[in-house]
């Protein structure tokens, strides 16, 4: 990893990795960015869904991205949210003539749901957990993208980040998945913020 180029580390959500991400980490690779698995290590972490329950508790000097992230719904069944998602994804990806990227990236799902069932179930399980829409984080920057669209973050305000005074609130038109599919728009919005 080249010093001079800002590092950054994908935290993935529930059933989601690599493999799913190909088409961004080419982009941020190209746009200048190193890639590392290490939180700790980087200087910008992009927490997708779920993956900000994944967060290293350290997070000062960094720029934190929440896309989509999950929050408490307690009066819904997680596992109706998820179905929610799906259907919603697939009927966007009808609609817009997009169905092989959403066949590839389903069975990716898939693959990993199986492959790290454990994973999966902790994250299930801390989800549940939480008290609060959003954590408190001590990093330089957070930046929440939410979706008008999307069952998991549609939810969120931007009263939710008042209270935190280095917190950025983005609502975009778009889907759960919109990271993987249109990285242009999420790498604009780390280069106005570093």
Request: charge should be positive; hydrophobic fraction near 40%; include cysteine.
């Amino acid at each position: 990893m080249n010093p001079s180029q800002p590092a950054i580390c994908i935290l993935y959500g529930f059933a989601e990795g690599p493999a799913i991400s190909k088409q961004l980490c080419a982009k941020l690779q190209a746009a200048g960015y190193a890639l590392t698995n290490q939180a700790e290590q980087a200087d910008i972490i992009i927490a997708h869904s779920g993956g900000l329950l994944a967060l290293p508790p350290n997070l000062a000097n960094k720029l934190v991205l929440l896309i989509a992230p999950s929050h408490n719904r307690r009066y819904r069944s997680l596992f109706i949210t998820e179905l929610d998602k799906v259907f919603r994804d697939l009927t966007h990806h009808l609609r817009t003539h997009q169905i092989r990227i959403w066949t590839h990236r389903f069975i990716w799902s898939i693959v990993y749901l199986l492959s790290h069932p454990i994973q999966g179930f902790r994250m299930w399980l801390s989800h549940r957990q939480r008290d609060q829409p959003l954590p408190s984080l001590n990093a330089r920057k957070v930046i929440i993208v939410s979706y008008r669209n999307d069952p998991w973050s549609s939810r969120l305000r931007p009263e939710d980040t008042y209270i935190h005074p280095n917190y950025r609130y983005i609502t975009l038109d778009s889907i759960h998945d919109d990271l993987w599919l249109n990285p242009n728009t999420y790498i604009q919005i780390i280069r106005s913020d570093i």
